[in-house]
């Protein structure tokens, strides 16, 4: 299997969509710093809330993803700083689609 770029994984990564909000992870700011370690894709996820209900439904979304690409997956964890909070409310608040 031809081995993929870092490049190609975040724009494959880029096509994952929120559930109720229009836009993708990575522009709300919930999937960043995105590497590649051999075959293993490293992601933190930076969620606005401690214990967001959907939180293991976004981590499996984008697991699935880098498994397609013949990868494996580990990820870390985070809450939104101050200003990546406000930042996403107001993406949601414009392009929320509800569930």
């Known amino acids: 299997m031809e081995m993929q770029t870092k ?3 975040t724009a494959e990564l880029n096509k994952i969509f929120h559930p ?3 836009l ?7 999937l960043q710093d995105v590497d590649l ?3 293993t894709v ?9 214990n967001i209900p ?10 699935n993803v880098v498994e ?7 990820y870390i964890v985070r809450v939104m700083k101050t200003e990546e909070k406000e930042a996403f409310l107001r993406m949601e608040k414009e392009a929320w689609k509800g569930l």
């Open 24 to 30: 993708p992870l990575m522009e709300l700011g919930i």
């Open 37 to 39: 370690w051999y075959d």
């Open 42 to 50: 490293i992601v933190t996820f930076v969620f606005p809330f401690p």
């Open 68 to 74: 397609k690409m013949g990868l494996q997956m580990q």
């Open 54 to 63: 959907i939180a293991d439904k976004l981590i499996e979304s984008v697991k």
């Open 7 to 9: 490049e190609q994984i």
């Open 20 to 22: 109720a909000i229009n």
